[in-house]
Nanobody, 123 residues
Framework: QVQLVESGPGLVKPSQTLSLTCTVSGGSLTAYSYYWAWIRQPPGKDLEWMGGISYDGDTDYSPPLKSRTSISRDTSKNQFTLHLSSVTPEDTAVYYC???????????????WGQGTQVTVSS
């Protein structure tokens, strides 16, 4: 079955760029109709859809984060990557990668999730 695993640093300094990678196994990033996203949950807050990339490489971003977010993929490695620039302590959260069928901006619509990775922004 499809499995997602997030990787990246657990601690990032303010003003730096956070980069996380999601490695997909048991399925292909280019499989027709699927959509791959980054979703985060700050402490005590709800899940927040950040953006994603479609099976054919189109990207979408949450408007509040669009100016700081970039999502790319490496199909040879079956990985997709999140870059979030100019981070502040408010970006501290558990970050998840997830898969849905078609573009979805609501976290509940995603059926396969990684285990999540804690990222703390602190000096």
């Amino acid at each position: 079955q499809v499995q997602l695993v997030e990787s990246g640093p657990g601690l990032v300094k303010p003003s730096q760029t956070l980069s996380l990678t999601c490695t997909v196994s048991g399925g292909s990033l280019t499989a027709y109709s699927y959509y791959w996203a980054w979703i985060r949950q700050p402490p005590g807050k709800d899940l927040e859809w950040m953006g994603g990339i479609s099976y054919d490489g189109d990207t979408d971003y949450s408007p509040p984060l669009k100016s700081r977010t970039s999502i790319s993929r490496d199909t040879s490695k079956n990985q997709f990557t999140l870059h979030l620039s100019s981070v502040t302590p408010e970006d501290t959260a558990v970050y998840y990668c997830a898969r849905a069928e078609g573009l979805r901006t609501v976290a509940d619509d995603y059926d396969i999730w990684g285990q999540g990775t804690q990222v703390t922004v602190s000096s």
